[in-house]
Every structure is written in C-alpha cells, then in structure tokens.
C-alpha cells in the first residue's frame, strides 16, 4: 500500500520561504516519477516540479530558479524547497508519485497526498 503524507504549508508574505516535505512508503517501482502539484481556488491542477528516478528535475517555468525539489532516498522523503514566494504561488500543494517518466499530465500519477496549503500575502 502506496502512502504519501505532504506537509509543510504554511502562511507567508511575499519574498518568503518555506520547505513542504512528503513521506513516501510502500512505493516499490524501479521506474518512477515523483511531483508536486497544486491547485488554486477556482483553477485547474497544475504540475510545479518532478523527480525522475534517474535524479533529474524538471519545472514549471514560473517557478524555475524559486522552487527546488529534491529526494531523500534515505528518508523515504521528497522536498519542494520553495523561496522568492509570491501571491500567484498560493495554493494546495500536493505530492504525487507514478511509474514511468515525468509527465505533467496528473492522471499519469496513481498516487497523491492529501494536500498541504500555501498562502502568500503581498
């Protein structure tokens, strides 16, 4: 049984900085993708970062040079390290993992925490 458990949302102003974290266990796939996701009120879900299982990383052009994502293998433990906020990142986060490459299609991921929030005031 695939668990993913995010956390680490909080409230910040502009310019700030936090770290969401996501515990994985059960996930036993050589070939894998792991993600974070969000959505905000009123708008569609949204890729933000992967992780290939071959160590690279992608992202979202808004984001790229602000957000780093990485993986703990020893922790079993995902990171979105996320600085230079702005209001336009508010929103629930989620973690996501799926077998096969990274995409930013959603429904290729079978497996998704519940969900942290992220508000930043300007």
């Known amino acids: 049984q695939v668990q993913l458990v995010d956390s680490g949302g909080g409230s910040v102003q502009a310019g700030g900085s936090l770290r969401l974290s996501c515990a994985a266990s059960?996930?036993?796939?050589?070939?894998?993708?792991m993600a974070w996701f969000r959505q905000a009120p009123g708008k569609e879900t949204e890729g933000v970062a992967y992780?290939?299982?071959?160590?690279?990383?992608s992202y979202r052009d808004s984001v790229k040079g602000r957000f780093t994502i990485s993986l703990d293998n020893a922790k079993n433990t995902l990171y979105l390290e996320m600085n230079s906020l702005k209001p336009e990142d508010t929103a629930m986060y989620y973690c996501?993992?799926?077998?096969?490459?990274?995409?930013?299609?959603?429904?290729?991921?079978?497996?998704w925490g519940r969900g942290t929030q992220v508000t930043v005031s300007s």
């Open positions: 996501a993992a799926g077998w096969g490459y990274c995409t930013s299609a959603s429904g290729a991921y079978n497996h």
């Open positions: 992780y290939d299982s071959d160590g690279s990383t």
């Open positions: 059960g996930y036993r796939y050589s070939r894998y993708c």
